[in-house]
């Protein structure tokens, strides 16, 4: 009798692991757009928070951006009014921890048609016991709003300078340009608040104490 010679034990074929190179290769550009995401965050607030420690920074960055609600400067008044169409303006304060002044809106909210030029005022006083230098910056919300609101004459961007106890009234003349009623994107909008922030001219102090 013939015995046939034992089979060899056979290994069961394995299939082998493969890495599926799409997954890593569609994470990758997920990956570089947020770090590009966050390093644009990054240059986005270092460039604001550059902008509010100096007034003239804060004041170009405005300009470039329109960031904020940047008002538009008007040499003329406007040239025709747009009647049934009030536009209520109410007018905000404010002032840094930095600066011993008190500054408050004088008048009261008004209401007025675009292309209707008014003035108001507001009032700084200084608290301390020394004199101090201080300076504004400003803004309007809603933002989109800011494009049709003409300042004709502001304190904004100036240094102001107060000797111990002494107030001034700062005027502000201004219109809303007629426009605004024609654009499609501020149509519908009928309260506009106008903000002024003081702060302390850095300096200013030690040069006046001189």
Request: with cysteine; aromatic share 8%; net charge negative.
């Amino acid at each position: 009798m013939s015995v046939s010679p034992a089979s060899p034990d056979v290994a069961p074929a394995t299939t082998p692991s493969v890495t599926n190179p799409s997954v890593t290769l569609a994470d990758a550009p997920q990956n570089g757009n947020r770090r590009l995401l966050a390093i644009l965050a990054i240059v986005v607030a270092s460039m604001l928070g550059l902008a509010y420690a100096s007034v003239p920074l804060y004041q170009l960055f405005c300009q470039v951006t329109g960031y904020g609600g940047t008002t538009q400067v008007a040499l003329t008044q406007a040239e025709t009014v747009v009647p049934n169409h009030p536009v209520k303006v109410r007018f905000d304060a404010n002032i840094s921890r930095d600066l011993n002044w008190r500054f408050e809106a004088v008048d009261a909210p008004l209401t007025l048609n675009p292309g209707e030029e008014v003035v108001i005022n507001y009032r700084a006083t200084n608290l301390g016991d020394a004199p101090s230098t201080g300076t504004s910056t400003y803004n309007v919300t809603p933002v989109k709003a800011g494009p049709h609101f003409m300042k004709i004459d502001c304190f904004c961007f100036i240094e102001q300078a107060l000797q111990p106890g002494e107030s001034v009234l700062m005027p502000v003349r201004f219109y809303i340009d007629p426009e605004i009623v024609a654009d499609s994107n501020t149509s519908d909008v009928d309260e506009i608040i106008l903000s002024y922030t003081f702060f302390p001219v850095l300096g200013a102090g030690k040069a006046e104490d001189t």
